[in-house]
Structures are given as structure tokens and as C-alpha cells.
């Protein structure tokens, strides 16, 4: 199967440097896995202002 350049780099530096993984995952959880208020995200879905189809048209 066809890898690559990069994708060859990124598996070997991995391989080497197993805390890069571990420091990800910690990463991860940090800022995406994490409980989320659905009455802020209401909020700010109430709160954004629409934007104009083109924006540099004057009104």
C-alpha cells in the first residue's frame, strides 16, 4: 500500500518518540473530550449576529 513521504516521516518519528502519542492524547482530552454546557452553547447560537451574504456590499 502506497504511504506517503510524509506519512513514512510521521510513523518513524512516532515509533521513536512514544511520549509525542501520550502528550496528544493528554492534549485531546484536555480540550475536546470534555463535558459540554448546552445552555452556553444555546447562548452563543442566540447571540451570533448573521452575517451578510456579501459582506463588502454597502448597505
Given at each position: ?16 518518540h ?16 470534555r ?25
Amino acid at each position: 500500500m502506497y504511504q506517503s513521504d510524509f506519512t513514512q516521516f510521521m510513523n518513524d518519528y512516532l515509533a521513536k518518540h512514544p511520549e509525542v502519542d501520550a502528550e496528544r492524547r493528554e492534549l485531546r482530552l484536555t480540550w475536546w473530550d470534555r463535558p459540554q454546557d448546552l445552555d452556553d452553547l444555546a447562548r452563543w447560537k442566540a447571540s451570533r449576529v448573521a452575517q451578510k451574504p456579501y459582506v463588502y456590499q454597502p448597505e
